[in-house]
């Protein structure tokens, strides 16, 4: 097993859209996988967990063994026939396990069975990650800027419109705040670092980002880079309200239906939308109080019974009052701790972009 092929761990296999062939178990698989890969097990999971007892009370022999009696026979040929089949799409994949040890050159014997050859890579999922983890490290060190601004002024729009924008909401499929989850399933730290890390291997100069906290939804920033962000220039929009709520109204209410509604249909959908809303709306309590949530409660139930007959803009009478008595003085009260000439620049939306794309241009 020793004379089989190797790759190197580089990250260049990841920005280059490489397929990769996860051979672990799903369990391992679902807490975090490399950008690209598909999940084809040696084992599943039950069978990983007996093989891993064997490895304890009795060494790597005995396990070894163990595992060629639970994935022999058919249940063999099933399993290579999947990775056949794969490679059959994508010719040039790589496979990999947690190390690139047993797992991953026992898959590689097998496939040579099949008259296959493909490397696994060296040192695994393990390797790739830390070279993932070692890029947004050196990336705080790179030149960052941050947009900052009041809820609904479009920062989010703003990064995206960069060739060196890093839309952190998007690695953590989350906007951010109480109302931000996304309607589809929030990606593991391991995941949500890796697609940070992912995206900044194309970008080795200046690198541009939403102010956000620590904490996006249920990701939170690696400690180098959140030291990087609040040390960083920031430069800050500002919107007129009617602005700032049209596009939240926007975020909030017309994008959500649409996810909802194309991933779980009319009905369900907007069963969903509803719940989550009126839940987001609840976990408020303690910042609004309970006489001002009943009031923005009553406002959200009349919204939606509006939207069903048509009027997703009747959502504004409790959008305007959620943006001027919640986000506005919280959101102020975080910019007010920043010193004046922490900001770069301070103007609408189109004047920031016009500034950001300048100071990107300067940083090269």
Known sequence: MSELPLAEPDPTLLSEGRRLIDVRAPVEFAQGALPGAVNLPLMDDEERRRVGIEYKQRGQEAAIALGERLVGGELKAARVAAWTAELERHPDAIVYCFRGGLRSQIAQRWLGEAGIDRPRI???WKAMRQA???RIDAAAEQPLLVVGGLTGCAKTDLVLALDNGLDLEGCARHKGS???????QAPSQIDFEHAMGLRLLALPGSVVIEDESRHIGGSNLPQAFWEGMRRAPRVRVEMPLDWRLAQIHRDYIEEL?????????????WALMRKQLEGALSRLRKRLGSARLARLQRLQALAFREHERGNSQAHEAWLAPLLTEYYDPMYRYQLEKHEPGHFLHVGDWDSCLVFVREWSREQR
Do not use: T
């Open 122 to 124: 060296r040192g695994g």
């Open 132 to 134: 993932l983890c070692a």
């Open 178 to 184: 109480a109302f931000g989850r996304h309607p589809l």
């Open 257 to 269: 239906w649409a996810v909802y509604r194309g991933q779980f249909g009319e009905w369900l959908g």
